[in-house]
């Protein structure tokens, strides 16, 4: 590490954060771990590696990719710290730091740089705690979208549709999985075939439901 400052300080917090390891939270103690990896001079190392065995299952892709941001955003959270906030100091220089007393994330140098402060805004806006949220809730929608019990590979989340049938038949085609899954598209276990949305009435021909909207043929103009 070329910053033998910044090296100091993170051997004291991880020093820290180990002595009270038997009685901090699991955040914590990955934090510890992204510490160690930070003080080896390279990244945490995800629980599922790119390219480790490509699954057709758009859920355990899914899966594994939310579990690969969570423990980011806890190895970045350095303790307790997961807010952030931007600020430019009194020599005008940006910087990115804990919004809760705590260290600096990162020195974005002259605020007076065309787009500093917005990149320092969007950094902070993006901080560990609300990668966690944004975890948390994709992990929700995924738990709702699974096969349903009585019906094959149906969609459970996606319903019924007019005939009482489900409106998504395979939970692989079903377009709110599709969706989430499109966010990590540059990924390279992610399968180009996601990438189509599902025919007009799914698989067999049928409407969907009123309330998917996810076939609308009306412009802008018609609504």
């Given at each position: ?5 910044i090296a ?37 190392e ?48 940006l ?7 705590g ?28 990668a ?87 412009t802008?103009?018609?609504?």
């Amino acid at each position: 590490m070329n910053h033998p400052g910044i090296a100091e300080y993170l051997t004291a917090l991880r020093d820290e954060l180990a002595r009270a390891a038997p009685h901090v939270l699991a955040r914590q103690a990955a934090a510890l771990a992204g510490l160690d990896a930070i003080l080896r001079g390279k990244n945490p190392e995800p629980r599922h590696k790119p390219g480790d065995h490509v699954t057709r299952d758009i859920r355990a892709f899914i899966t594994a990719r939310l579990d690969e941001d969570e423990q980011i955003a806890r190895a970045a959270l350095l303790g307790t710290h997961g807010a952030w906030d931007c600020y430019t100091d009194n020599l005008g220089n940006l910087h990115v730091e804990y919004a809760v007393t705590g260290p600096s994330v990162a020195p974005l140098g002259d605020a007076r740089w065309p787009g500093a402060h917005d990149r320092g805004r969007h950094i902070a806006r993006h901080d560990p705690a609300r990668a966690l949220r944004d975890v948390a809730a994709k992990r929700k929608i995924l738990e709702r979208h699974r096969p349903r019990p009585t019906a094959g590979a149906a969609c459970r989340g996606c319903g019924l549709d007019a005939h009482e049938e489900p409106a998504a038949t395979d939970v692989a085609r079903c377009p709110v999985l599709l969706a989430l899954a499109e966010v990590y598209a540059d990924h390279p276990d992610y399968l180009a075939e996601w990438a189509t949305p599902p025919a007009a009435g799914d698989q067999t021909g049928r409407k969907c439901p009123d309330w998917c909207g996810c076939h609308d043929d009306t412009t802008e103009t018609d609504r």
